[in-house]
């Protein structure tokens, strides 16, 4: 009879025990939630009202046009176009040097699996991964802003670039490891050149999620900038010449912190900042669920 | 054994090994006959899908693997031939059905061409698609549905379309791992019958696995037993009046 009544007594225990570390579990979740909605919650009352054509076409305000409007009661003028150019020259350079290389990187990660380059590739690509950004900046700083003696749109790409090419290259070798090793050897079987293969077979047949790790890589370095501060610096126009200074929103915001006359500009371009990368990362997230690997 | 004059491929002394030290495939020698179907059996790990994947040098994307003796095609050493040759003359047909998944019906067919960049005017491309799929049977079952993706067919179909894609680059020889492992029975017939009206232009290499399937189809036989060639006959003798204990307790189904 004892043996049976402490058995009992030890499962109600233990039924406790498991709602107990549910309902923490579900607590937990929930307090990580409250800041989320908080922080979109306040970036969208206090920007929405800012956001209006202008603030797509024209530049940064200045010091002067914001007291100038702020005395008048109005919206303090002007908007952010320097930063959405800026940012978008530099994230397309940066893509366009990140996804070649990253993407071959991943293809040899995924094709040599084994051995000890690609070991200490995969580490090195770890490191860089959990490098600060401002160390990739600073050394950007060295490697193009100092040899062209200039801040410029080229070098806060390739500090960006560098932050993107982790995340590029393992992705595209997670990917192309999840592909069956039947899919190499049939367009092998056919007499298809290695190159071939690769790029008509197995990339198109990852191509999901390439594309997702491209994007999530995107709005990674979106909103980045530490490393650009040393590297693109900062620009007051609209300016497409790559190999001088330029803005970015991101940058635009660091400038609103800074001048207490524009600090109502840093929401507006938070908010803008935060449905960019949203928008980003819901795309990732169909495609990555349109193109799953069967 | 068998003496074959004039075969169209030759093994001499072939060995393969995976772990240095242990053959899983050991000195076998054998010819193969032109245009005639040859069946290799034996019980699962003997080593036929090692066998066959030496022919079309498969064994290369894998840098463990060791392979020593010749393997002839049309008395040339496939050693001394460009590997991306050997395939386009030796085609493959794998055990799982691996349409390329990212290609329709029609563009698979043609893949052999389209991946070794030989292009080819839009008619070449229907009439190689269409002699192709007809010649595996699929032709009125997938004619209004060229465009779709290989991988919405069933299993069946998908097989015969990987046949397709490999007999249109009209290969000399084809390769067969157990092609119809994964099939229904009906699938299974079908193509069997197939491969009886192919063996007319190609020569075939099928392991399987299916004692009755040798027996229905295979002019010659082939009985492995741990890495070893054991007995190669023709068919009908083979499953007769075997000549080694171990393939007549293979074939009354004692092991394997
Ligand atoms: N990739 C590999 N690495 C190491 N050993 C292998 C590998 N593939 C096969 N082997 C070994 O080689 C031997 C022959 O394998 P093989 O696949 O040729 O057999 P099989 O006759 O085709 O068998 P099955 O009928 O099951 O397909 C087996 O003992 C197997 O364990
Ligand atoms: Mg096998």
Sequence with gaps: MIPDKSRSSSVSFRIFKDRFF????????????????WIIWEV??????????????????????????KNAG?????????????TLIM????????????????????????NRFSSLIRSLTDLLQGTPSIVVGIIVYFWVVKPLSSYSAVAGSVALAIMMLPLIIRSTE?????????????????????TSVVLRVLIPSAFGGLFTGILLAVSRVTGETAPLMLTALGASAVNWDITRPTSSVSLLIWQFYNDPNLVDMIWSSSLFLLVLILILNIIAKSVANKWRIQ | MLHIDNPILEFKDVSVSYTPGKNAVNQVSASIERNKITAIMGPSGCGKSTLLRAVNRMHELYPDIRITGEILIDNQNILTMNPMEVRRIAGMVFQRPNPFPTMSIYENVIAG???NGIRLSKKEKDELVETNLKNVGLWDEVKDALLKKGTFLSGGQQQRLCIARALALKPEVLLMDEPTSALDPIATNRIEELLLELKKDYTIVIVTHNMG???????????????????????????????DSRTEEYLSGQFG
Excluded: W
């Design chain 1, 174 to 194: 997670e990917t192309l490891k999840m592909l069956p090793g039947t899919l190499k050897e049939a367009g092998l079987a056919l007499g298809a050149s290695y």
């Design chain 1, 44 to 69: 969208l009352k206090k920007g929405y009202r800012q956001i209006n054509l202008s603030f797509f076409t024209e530049v940064a305000p200045t010091t002067l046009e914001a007291i100038k409007a």
């Design chain 2, 113 to 115: 061409y389209s991946l």
């Design chain 1, 74 to 86: 109005d919206l303090i003028p002007g908007g952010i176009a320097n930063g959405i150019t800026g």
């Design chain 2, 213 to 243: 399937q040798a027996a229905r189809i295979s002019d010659y036989s082939m009985f492995m037993y741990l890495g070893q060639l054991v007995e190669y006959d023709e068919t009908q003798v083979m499953f007769t009046n075997p000549a």
């Design chain 1, 22 to 37: 549910y309902v923490c579990v579900c607590l937990m979740a929930s307090l990580t939630a409250i800041p989320l909605i």
């Design chain 1, 91 to 114: 994230v397309v350079i940066a893509s366009l040097i990140a996804i070649p290389i990253g993407i071959l990187g991943g293809v040899y990660l995924s094709e040599h699996r084994n």
